[in-house]
């Protein structure tokens, strides 16, 4: 059971996202100012914060192991007051049209020094981040991380992954090492988990 003050919390998130993401399609001209106050609406009353997407691969081990459906929460404006060092992100890769699990390393601002002396540090410029996997035995080109294809700009994150279910017994919350990240989900999860489902997509 929900309590009252939980759906409240969730209510305020949800308004929020609403808001960004009506806006974002205002500013780059999907919908004009008549239609914006619709979007945002239509987004609060029938829209989801979050979406499951199923992956695979040994690169997030043992953070996320080798295939399982993950619960991924909606960003719609990926800021460095929105999406945290230490999450887990779900990214646009680079060098192809699919997406990839990774965790967020670095975002603008930080100097990034490489364990190659040849190597020169430089420092992320604004909106680029750097990430990377969590499975520290693949080399660089096994993980493809940003250490192969360098920084990614913050647009290109689509959500920050909070749930990972493995089969019906074993699944859990994705361990994201920010505790603003951790907060921000709570009430998310609290809301939209269900497991059940997640179990059902991860067959179909």
């Given at each position: 059971?929900?309590?009252?003050?939980?759906?409240?919390?969730?209510?305020a998130?949800?308004?929020?996202y609403?808001?960004s993401?009506?806006?974002k399609k205002?500013n780059?001209?999907?919908?004009?100012?008549r239609?914006?106050?619709?979007?945002i609406?239509?987004?609060?009353?029938?829209?989801?914060?979050?979406?499951?997407?199923?992956?695979?691969?040994?690169?997030?081990?043992?953070?996320?192991?080798?295939?399982?459906?993950?619960?991924?929460?909606?960003l719609?404006?990926?800021?460095?007051?929105?999406?945290?060092?230490?999450?887990?992100?779900?990214?646009k890769d680079?060098?192809?049209?699919?997406?990839?699990?990774?965790?967020?390393?670095?975002t603008?601002?930080?100097?990034?020094?490489?364990?190659?002396?040849?190597?020169?540090?430089?420092?992320?410029?604004?909106?680029?981040?750097?990430?990377?996997?969590?499975?520290?035995?693949?080399?660089?080109?096994?993980?493809?991380d940003?250490?192969?294809?360098?920084?990614?700009?913050?647009?290109?994150?689509?959500?920050?992954?909070?749930?990972?279910?493995r089969?019906?017994?074993?699944?859990?919350?994705?361990?994201n090492?920010?505790?603003?990240?951790i907060?921000?989900?709570?009430?998310?999860?609290?809301?939209?988990?269900?497991?059940?489902?997640?179990?059902?997509?991860?067959?179909?």
């Open positions: 059971m929900v309590s009252l003050s939980t759906w409240v919390r969730y209510a998130i949800k308004l929020d609403s808001l993401l009506g806006l205002y780059v001209g999907q919908i004009n100012a239609e914006l106050s619709d979007a609406v239509k987004n609060f009353m029938q829209g989801r914060l979050t979406f499951t997407y199923w992956t695979k691969g040994e690169e997030m081990s043992p953070t996320i192991s080798d295939g399982g459906t993950l619960l991924v929460r909606k719609p404006a990926p800021t460095p007051t929105q999406v945290f060092v230490g999450d887990v992100v779900l990214v680079p060098e192809n049209s699919n997406v990839i699990v990774r965790r967020l390393a670095a603008e601002g930080y100097e990034m020094v490489s364990s190659d002396e040849k190597e020169e540090p430089f420092v992320l410029d604004k909106d680029q981040c750097w990430v990377l996997s969590d499975n520290t035995s693949l080399k660089p080109k096994e993980a493809r940003s250490r192969l294809f360098g920084p990614v700009p913050m647009t290109d994150i689509i959500g920050r992954v909070i749930y990972a279910l089969s019906a017994v074993d699944h859990g919350p994705v361990e090492s920010s505790h603003s990240a907060n921000h989900d709570r009430d998310v999860l609290a809301v939209e988990l269900d497991v059940n489902q997640m179990a059902k997509n991860s067959k179909s």
